[in-house]
């Protein structure tokens, strides 16, 4: 998770949460979301991926990077 701003980074529109925002990592400008919104589909698709079907509005409330990672845990979890 970066801090900075990519150097020479434009701002964009996060197609999710309608933030503008710019590239802080190298590759959430290619897929325009913000970091946040980055971290929180990555998020779901590990549930998925681990055969849990939580909708995105799993993660609605959570407003840091933290606080996904924490309801992640807990979530995995749950499929031991």
């Known amino acids: 998770m970066g801090?900075?701003?990519k150097k020479g980074s434009?701002?964009?529109k996060c197609r999710l949460c309608g933030k503008l925002t710019r590239d802080v990592n190298g590759y959430n400008g290619s897929i325009e979301l913000c970091e946040l919104c980055d971290i929180k589909?990555?998020?779901e698709n590990t549930l998925s991926d681990s055969g849990?079907?939580?909708p995105?509005?799993?993660f609605d409330?959570?407003?840091t990077p933290a606080e996904v990672y924490k309801l992640l845990e807990e979530k995995l979890k749950e499929l031991q």
């Open 56 to 58: 995105w509005h799993v």
């Open 3 to 5: 801090k900075h701003f």
């Open 61 to 63: 409330a959570c407003t």
């Open 41 to 43: 589909t990555g998020a």
């Open 10 to 12: 434009g701002c964009f």
């Open 52 to 54: 849990m079907d939580y």
